[in-house]
């Protein structure tokens, strides 16, 4: 099992920053990569970014240029640093990690409880 917590979220104006926080804890060393979700009111949840064992990334084509993924591997956590936020960017951010190579939520093995980004204008 794995359990993961993250931290982070928040209300920021337009053009903001924040960054989000995930600790993983639990059997680790299972995880292939760890991605960030969200989901916005009424809307299915999405990939924003995903980092694998091998530090490549990938970012949903609405985030590219202004989101960063990145991992700690000493403190078992991974970031999404999010720049110039634009208010279609809130939503409820969830922490998740898979055991397989191919990130899709439907293979998702473990997910965060969630940290709400509101983003005024």
């Known amino acids: 099992q794995v359990q993961l917590v993250e931290s982070g979220g928040g209300l920021v104006q337009a053009g903001g920053s924040l960054r989000l926080s995930c600790a993983a804890s639990?059997?680790?060393?299972?995880?292939?990569?760890m991605a960030w979700y969200r989901q916005a009111p009424g809307k299915q949840r999405e990939l924003v970014a995903f980092i694998t064992r091998h530090n490549n990334t990938n970012y949903a084509n609405s985030v590219k240029g202004r989101f960063t993924i990145s991992r700690d591997n000493v403190k078992n956590t991974v970031y999404l640093q999010m720049n110039s936020l634009k208010p279609e960017d809130a939503a409820v951010y969830y922490c998740a990690a898979t055991q397989r190579t191919i990130i899709i939520i439907s293979l998702i093995d473990y997910w965060g409880q969630g940290t709400q980004v509101t983003v005024s204008s």
């Open positions: 639990g059997s680790i060393g299972s995880i292939n990569a």
